[in-house]
């Protein structure tokens, strides 16, 4: 039977299980760590040494000499340095609002998640800053990817893979393709990446063409897909999407492992002060007598930086 009354109650209990936001499928789309590796480190400023590839590049003679000597030859090294800052933010959680649906929800956990997110969300803008403000030189491909028919996208990366290469010694499976989501749907439309995926793998469609597969295609390490989205207006504002990763720039970069040591190439870091935030981040909370209200903070003591000459761990490419 129909309800007489027109009036309605909140179910607080069902709303628990509804959110406007999947925040743990949007922070799975950040690729800031995997872009500027974490390297967790007990001193919050220091310095690291650099081997110049001068040292290795240039032939050196080693023809003995008459008189029985050998020519003597020095290396040079060069010197990164990190000073971490502190990034934070909080919570406050009302111990009247956490009593009334204590048995609904955890306040704590509710508050959290946010600061969590807002802190990797930051993170993100601050790796994708760095990137873009990074000086490196700009190589446009030879035909926009858009023109499906005349695209060649598997030409313009591989011409990047063999410039890396060359510079810094390295293969092909040590790099890593940052590529906007707009970018990577272009390539996927794309005659020659079409042609390739019915010999490399029979029977995928080229527009289901995974990251990994088109890693192994171009037998890169991985391909990472920015997804990233923020809001970029301000509160009140009526919401407008907005990709963090510029779509149209991609680069290719030579990227360690997390936690891999300072003396392996990379072309960026998270440097990771441990004495205040062993992960990023860390979550904390303390009491408010003052508001009688228990404080939600998230924060982590980073130095998000390029490392190395500009141009040497990473190639940049545009789509136009």
């Given at each position: 039977m129909r309800p007489e009354s027109t009036s309605a109650a909140p179910s607080w209990r069902l709303m628990q299980?509804?959110?406007?936001?999947d925040v743990?499928?949007?922070?799975?789309?950040?690729i800031g760590r995997k872009a500027a590796p974490i390297f967790k480190s007990d001193k919050k400023t220091g310095n690291y040494p650099i081997m110049n590839r001068e040292n290795f590049k240039k032939r050196a003679t080693d023809n003995r000499a008459p008189d029985g000597s050998y020519n003597r030859i020095t290396g040079d090294f060069g010197k990164g340095t990190f000073a971490c800052e502190e990034y934070g933010l909080e919570h406050r959680v009302?111990?009247?609002?956490?009593?009334?649906?204590?048995?609904e929800f955890d306040a704590y956990e509710w508050a959290a998640k946010q600061l969590w997110f807002q802190t990797l969300l930051n993170h993100e803008y601050r790796v994708h800053a760095m990137y873009s403000g990074g000086g490196f030189s700009n190589t446009n491909v030879d035909t926009a990817w858009s023109t499906t028919g005349s695209g060649v996208p598997l030409t313009d990366i591989q011409t990047g893979i063999d410039t890396i290469e060359d510079k810094c010694g390295c293969t092909s499976r040590e790099l890593s393709l940052i590529i906007p989501r707009a970018d990577f749907r272009e390539a996927m439309a794309t005659t020659q990446v079409v042609n390739k995926t019915l010999y490399t793998y029979p029977g995928?469609?080229?527009?289901?063409?995974?990251?990994?597969?088109?890693?192994?295609?171009l037998d890169l390490k991985e391909v990472l897909i920015a997804r990233g989205v923020q809001d970029s207006t301000e509160e009140g504002v009526a919401e407008t999407n907005a990709q963090i990763w510029t779509a149209g720039v991609m680069y290719l970069a030579l990227l360690c492992n997390e936690n891999a040591q300072l003396r392996e190439p990379s072309a960026a870091r998270t440097i990771l002060w441990t004495r205040r935030s062993a992960t990023l981040p860390i979550v904390e909370t303390y009491a408010e007598p003052k508001t009688d209200a228990e404080i939600v903070r998230v924060k982590a003591d980073t130095d998000?930086?390029?490392?190395?000459?500009?141009?040497?761990?990473?190639?940049?490419?545009?789509?136009?």
């Open positions: 299980l509804v959110s406007e936001y743990d499928k949007a922070a799975a789309k950040f009302d111990e009247a609002l956490k009593a009334e649906f204590a048995d995928v469609q080229p527009a289901s063409l995974t990251a990994a597969q088109f890693a192994n295609m998000e930086h390029l490392v190395g000459e500009t141009d040497l761990f990473v190639y940049k490419l545009t789509n136009t």
